[in-house]
């Protein structure tokens, strides 16, 4: 079976704990997902079944949506609700302009120390292994960018958030990192994920809901491959550049069918009778291979060939 399942993740389970269920739901071993969540938060978490394992890194790309509830006053060794309080700051002086103030100036590209506990990894070792032995190691600052940051809620201590962000954004970092612009801390109580790439919570369902589709016979809300990659660009090709794709070989621009109007670099989706048969980089220029027009980057064979 392949495909990609949108899971509404519930509170309380790491992302690998849903891939471990679904394992045992479709009874096949071949599962991943795309874009990891802690256990404190909820919502939207790629699934991917199969073939569909072979499609996750062209979905990690994708923009995401959370909606985060952050404390002001408590910082915690996690920065979330599930660490040990490690310092208590009173709210002197703090009112709601001034929150707003602060959170306005996170907006655009920003830098980011990634957290102790998280799966960034240092030599090879998760951080948070590291964190859980009282192990803390230098990070590397990366740059994220916030698209948008909403404050949508102040209700001293707790401050309700809606941010638009790139991927590897950490959501827990950016309310510590408000709360000490702040002077006075903060850490994450609530955290979901109701967007990841075009992607949604309406489309998401539990994994409750899916195991009753499951035992009722019901289609289990698997979408194809070629919905899975619906964001990228889609290029039609000719049957003989198919039958060539089918051993490796990239087609040239007289295989297409229309106008190939994308510049070097975008990554597509090559299709024939609407089925995928490969994802690749439209490369004219390329000097790796001087056959075809693209730079391969994953082909299907089976049920996605033609």
């Not at 909403?150 to 510590?176: A, F, M, N, Q």
């Not at 295989?255 to 597509?268: A, E, F, Q």
């Amino acid at each position: 079976m392949n495909g990609l399942l949108i899971v509404d993740k519930p509170q309380g389970i790491t992302s690998h704990d849903v891939v471990r269920k679904v394992r045992r739901l479709f009874k096949t071993r071949k599962v991943g997902h795309a874009g990891t969540l802690d256990p404190l938060a909820t919502g939207v978490l790629l699934v991917a079944l199969g073939e569909g394992t072979r499609v996750l890194q062209f979905l990690v790309e994708g923009a995401k949506t959370y909606q985060a509830t952050l404390k002001l006053g408590e910082v915690t060794d996690t920065q979330d609700a599930e660490g040990q309080i490690i310092e208590n700051r009173p709210l002197v002086g703090i009112d709601e302009p001034l929150v707003r103030s602060a959170c306005a100036e996170f907006s655009g590209v920003i830098s980011q120390l990634p957290p102790m506990f998280s799966a960034v990894k240092k030599n090879g070792i998760p951080l948070h292994r590291l964190a859980r032995q009282g192990v803390e190691v230098e990070r590397e600052s990366r740059d994220v960018t916030i698209h948008r940051l909403d404050v949508v809620g102040v209700r001293l201590p707790w401050v309700d958030l809606e941010v638009d962000c790139s991927k590897g954004t950490y959501i827990r970092t950016l309310c510590h990192d408000i709360g000490q612009s702040l002077g006075c801390g903060a850490h994450v109580t609530a955290l979901r994920r109701t967007r990841s790439g075009s992607f949604t919570e309406k489309q998401s369902l539990s994994l409750e809901e899916i195991a009753a589709r499951l035992d009722a016979g019901d289609e289990p809300g698997l979408l194809s491959l070629e919905e899975a990659l619906r964001e990228l660009p889609a290029v039609e090709v000719v049957a003989s550049a198919a039958a060539r794709l089918q051993n490796g070989i990239p087609p040239e621009l007289d295989g297409i069918c229309g106008d190939m109007n994308y510049r070097s670099g975008d990554t597509v989706v090559l299709l024939h009778c609407g089925r995928l048969q490969a994802v690749a980089c439209f490369a004219p220029e390329r000097e790796k291979e001087k056959r075809g027009d693209f730079e391969l980057l994953r082909v299907f064979k089976g049920p996605q060939a033609a």
